[in-house]
């Protein structure tokens, strides 16, 4: 079969070869002069660089695990910076004092101070389970007694010598359990409430980690994170133990170990103290997270979290603060409040906690 000669082929692609030629005269005369200039064809390549490489990042990160750490990398970025950064530690002059005032009592021994209202059956529950075995530096209980419409039971002594004192409130707040007793023997306060313990079998060695590893830190059981969302702000949230989010900066005074002092501290006139507190009484919340934010801001370290052999127990309780709706989101919106007063962020974040025993391997 002959092959078609090279200009038969050209006079019959004549047509449409003029067409196209028509037509990129027509876009050349219709094109504004910007469009022409070498400013807008370095523009144009910078967008469609961007864009593109916008579209692999995505692409990419759907593909692979980066969609994980994308998230992770934004949540850090708070609207509040942190106590250290800034210099902020607090009145020192007040937090010295305070130190000071208490340096001579006991260090071996430690007092519970136990918040109580109206849950008598959970109260003694609790107190016959801790005082069932001796603790050897337990040295008192102290119940916080926030019910001003009855009396309290009568002070009593356990069977191994442990003294129970109730403590009538003057008003229902939640800041009396962080009140520094001024009857208080030791330097070493287990704040807790009625209805979360640990074992006995396990309080004397959590005591014992608090004097070698916390004595400037929240020790306890219960941790809590404040992960950041996207807006900058802090959120109050149960910790995770995904990899990649191990992180966490506040123990709960439902069961920590505190020095005394910063009770004191917290107690004291300090202008932004007195500003906390009256927040805590107007909202009935939130104590506990400003307990933390009392230690970070003075000492600049995290909390640390302790477990024993045994797990702590922690009734579920059917009333209480915690159950209410929007529990959640009014802590998240404490712990703003809180940082808008400080001027700064005063948590620290932890890793690391103690667990009792041996790892066997």
Known sequence: MLKPSNSSFMEKTLPLRNRVADKIEWVKLRTPKVA??????RAATITSAVFFSLTFIIVLAKLTNAGFFIPKLVSHISRYPTCQSKGINGTRDIWEASQKKYENLMDDKFTIAMQTYRRPKELQETLNIILSEKVPSLLEIVVVWNDLE???PDDYVSKHGVPVRFRKSKRNSLNEKLWPDP??????????DDD????????????????KFGRNRMVGALARCTPVDTFGYHKYTFCSSRW?????????????????????YYSSNDTIMTQIREYVDEGFNC????????????????????NGHEKYVNFVPKVGISMKKGHMEARSACLNDFSKMFGCHPLVDESGYIQRGVMVM
């Open 244 to 264: 990649g989010e191990d992180e966490y900066n506040m123990v709960l005074t439902n069961l920590a170990f505190s020095h005394v002092s910063f009770l004191d």
């Open 150 to 152: 009855n009396y309290p």
């Open 36 to 41: 022409k200039s070498r400013a807008f064809r």
């Open 196 to 211: 979360v313990y640990y074992h006995p079998n396990d309080l004397e060695f959590v005591f014992q980690t608090w004097r």
């Open 287 to 306: 104590e506990d997270l400003a307990m933390n934010y009392v230690h970070g801001l003075l000492t600049g370290e995290g909390p640390l979290l302790i």
């Open 183 to 192: 009857d208080y023997k030791t330097q070493a306060i287990l704040l807790s």
